[in-house]
């Protein structure tokens, strides 16, 4: 039996374990993880330094090496995390549904774990903790896959945490970090059908693409943002400036930032000018089509491949419209389903926008950067779905559990 | 561009305006579906023939043919469906949740279609309209892949409801029939990754192996029943007669019915005579283990691949065993998760088996054969869902649905 496979099996049945265990308990040994991470933090700060040095020997970026690096202030953080997860309401033995049959029989639906989830993810250490915080909390046993970046990290992150959560009487084997880092245990893992039950790859495009083509495992994809401003001929302007510059700069680097301005012809004239002025003021190099080019001095061209780009960074491309049904057609085409926002004083484009445009989130006067678990009041999330099935938008424990329905008799049969 | 992408591409641009159309438009369309079925009848009669003439010539199974068969009077039953599904309440556009956030922002959680669902069938034509029917009322188009036995049938029934849903103003493209009923079709159409949003496979096991192998776009498994019934010690052995002889005979070819038989020792000696002898005045082939074996004569011996098998047919699989928790470990282990029941009288067995057992549907001192939307009182299904993302047990209208979030501001932005 490979590696994979065999903390698969593991994860299955510490996931049988899990399901029926009381909140009490999960609290408690998320309360114990916490505290594990808290003490344990001068070991894991150490073990982190050997991702650094080989993170340097292989000259990878400033950024990345940011998001790599573990301070006790970022542990403390991750135990902080953790405690938010504790306190948050057990979604599990919800009853979501219930009611009795012609015959007397009395059915109940019943919020039930989803089993043993998958995580494949990029960088960040973090998500480690994260994860199996909100997966232990909502009864399920997780399969952790990092980047080989962040494997020594990631070791010992787990041997913390699952060290305590062992003491605190949950199965420690409830959390399983696949330790080779070459592709193959990727793919194996995400051909265990039967053993894992959904698979959240956190990453880039490329990642989630790899995943969804080879998978046979239930995937659920998360943060991709090409995310959408259209700034109605009715906006006010001053709004629609301060809500444009909040959704690109607040936070260049996430998926709810804004990649995309749309302008309605009427107003481009008026808004344009102002609304460069303030973005470039803020850093941000601003693309367009002929037409907002032709507003606006110095706007490099933006090209067919920039409408479905997520730059990620202090880039908008920007495009006049003639009226709100080229804004709907044009997110349609090229959005990720993630956050949309229309700037209106019309009752009616307001009332088509949020009917038509199909994405997770769509705003009316409203930043795109609300589109998150916590601002949404929903607490900590294990991702944004940008895909229908199962989740929409922000993904809390209750978009980690499924349902069972349970039927009690007195001996009725079928007629 | 292939057939198929073209299909996919038809149906995604009619999704979208399906998805806006008002209740009363789809029920008048619906109804409209049902009156040309009745109207177009004598046609669709005609062009079956060409079915069961090349089904004769290729030798295929009595009950296939069967199956195949479309009488007048079959095709009323598929209109008398539609307009059932007419009545049934719409879910599109229902407020799943809705609150304020600290900042005034509005976020409502609203209902909306799915976008368009791919349907990959076998043998049965009324799968095409019951399919068509459920997935235009719930605002969804739908690509329909059906086996080439019935082709000929398909197609004119796609031909006779897509022309009345046209007339009646839907938009025709909607509900696609592929026509292709090679193999390549239907793997391309499992490839279509951003056209298709969800794949429903119905049919054997063998079917929904292939497509959850090969399959980019996400899919729901429905439909594979190898469901248990667990005699406890403290049943009333007269109710556990009449429920194992309800859930294997009463209609032994579809998924709710009963395959596996588990007794607890201290009550074997009384049950299984009087069940055995029950059963086999119905006609039941009887398999065994040697504790089952030892107390009833003339049993065949149950080898390890009969504990998987979905028999279908008279032919029920019995053991003994020692307890309550090796019945729950056998049905972990075996079971397709679809159905499960346990005869009691015990309160903390039937505590612990609704709790600890893992099924789409688990019972009390009831028969498996209710797992059913119209038993349930949920309407007509498409299917019932064996796993646990997105849908679990019988998927109606409501299940063919996804959600979004709408919030409305009045310029707000993060800080």
Known sequence: MSEVEELGKKARAAASKLATMTTSAKDEALLAMADALVSGAPLIVERNKADLESGREQGISGALMDRLTLTEARIGEMAEGLREVAAMRDPVGEIVDGWRMNNGLAVEKVRVPLGVVGIIYEARPNVTVDAAGLCMKSGNAVVLRGSSNAINSNTVLVEVISEAAGKARLPRDCMQLVRSTDRDAAREMMRLHGLIDVLIP?????LIRTVVENST?????????????????SADVEMAVAITVNAKTQRPGVCNAAEKLLVHGDIAGVFLPAAAKALREKGVTLKGDDAARAIVEGMEEAVEEDWYTEF???????????????AIAHIGKYSSGHSEAIITRDYGSGK????????????????????????????????????????RGPMSLTELTSAKFVIRGEGQVRK
């Open 202 to 206: 956190r990453g880039g495009a490329g």
């Open 217 to 233: 495992v239930p995937v659920i994809e998360t943060g991709t943002g090409n995310c959408h401003i259209y700034v109605d001929s």
């Open 352 to 391: 088509r926008f949020t009917d038509e445009v199909d994405s997770a989130a769509v705003y009316v006067n409203a930043s795109t950067r609300f589109t998150d678990g916590a601002q949404f009041g929903m607490g900590a999330e294990i991702g944004i779905s940008t895909q229908k099935l199962h989740a």
């Open 312 to 326: 990620l960074d202090l880039i908008l491309a920007v495009k006049v419209v003639t009226d709100l049904d080229e």
